[in-house]
């Protein structure tokens, strides 16, 4: 261990795709700004483990001039309530300055609870005598459903209102209004409006395009499985290589790593030889459920939000942008195919 040096960068890929801005992303986002005028607040999901890259700017340019409340989910996935952690969270919180924002997991019921307060405090200012309407939007497999579950069961005591999976694109639709609170005297309605995840049309950089697919924002098709399981090795490296000493010693070298997990694990195929790419599918399955280490992938500084902003201005700002990112998409699924095809 104490010899083991790990890659200070992972090597730039270029031919990986930069985009999943899909049809129904495009149709989610127009019917999202036709409904603007109609809710009270737009509730914004980011994933706390990307607090940047997990951030759209297609939200900033179509549901400007709405009050929103910023939302990180999957807090419980990137933190261990350690000081560097706190300390994080208060750049993030100063980043919204004025505004308020929620670290939150949904099996975590305080957080939960705040921000349903936040939204029962807004509904309050609400005339509308059939109650008050919201939506909540985020990129794909951000935690949108699992939010609104999460705030109908204490809300409302009930049972889930809203479809969840592992993969993005559960919801490819706008949904009905799901109503998420009322009072005793069944006044003080609130109903949430939940809305498919929306991906930003183009990625400014390859490993931004990594983290997002790490995180689950992408299908686990789009990008090799072993090219993710070794960008994940390279950030388990920098932050906890003792994460993975049950299977191997630390290690930079992805194949290796992925042997040594497949002969522990049994994932082998005839004659032995170790299934990678399955290997490697159940390894990022794992680091997204919290059991290879709990850590952030974006650098969190002061200046990183204004930062991000300028890197990505403009790519995002545009349908027409989005439209031919959506092109570029099925054009690589076809080259793709055919390249399968032979």
Not at 247 to 269: M, W
Not at 319 to 326: G, L, S, T
């Amino acid at each position: 261990m104490a010899s083991f040096i790990p890659r200070a960068v992972f090597p730039t890929l270029d031919s990986l795709p930069r985009s999943y801005f899909l049809g129904h992303h495009r149709a989610g986002l127009t019917k999202m700004k036709a409904m603007l005028s109609s809710v009270d607040m737009v509730i914004e999901c980011r994933d706390y483990r990307v607090p940047l890259t997990s951030q759209n700017p297609l939200f900033e340019e179509n549901l400007a001039g709405k009050e929103r409340l910023v939302v990180y989910t999957k807090q419980d996935l990137g933190s261990e309530g350690r000081e560097e952690d706190r300390s994080r969270e208060e750049i993030i919180r100063r980043w919204h300055h004025p505004s308020q924002v929620v670290f939150s997991a949904h099996k975590n019921k305080t957080s939960v609870r705040e921000v349903l307060k936040y939204a029962r405090e807004r509904a309050s200012f609400s005339d509308s005598l059939t109650g008050s309407r919201m939506m909540i939007v985020g990129m794909p497999n951000v935690g949108k459903s699992s939010m609104l579950n999460a705030l109908r069961l204490i809300g409302m005591r009930g049972q889930k209102a809203a479809q969840t999976g592992a993969q993005p694109g559960v919801t490819r639709k706008i949904a009905s209004s799901v109503k998420i609170a009322e009072n005793a005297e069944g006044e003080g309605k609130i109903y949430l409006v939940d809305t498919p995840g929306v991906f930003i049309p183009y990625v400014p950089d390859a490993e931004s395009m990594l983290k997002l697919a790490l995180c689950g924002s992408v299908k686990d098709t789009i990008i090799p499985p072993t090219t993710l399981a070794d960008y994940l090795l390279y950030r388990l490296n920098l932050t906890e290589p003792l994460s993975y000493s049950r299977f191997t010693q630390p290690t930079n070298d992805v194949v290796l790593f992925l042997g040594a997990i497949a002969h522990k694990t049994g994932r082998l195929q005839r004659g032995g030889i170790p299934d990678l790419e399955g290997t490697a599918l159940w390894i990022i399955q794992k680091w997204r459920a919290g059991y290879m280490g709990r850590f952030v992938l974006d650098d969190v500084t002061e200046d990183a939000l204004d930062q991000r902003r300028r890197d990505i201005d403009g790519l995002g700002r545009s349908m027409n942008q989005a439209k031919q990112a959506e092109k570029d998409v099925r054009r690589q699924r076809s080259r793709q195919r055919h390249l399968d095809n032979g």
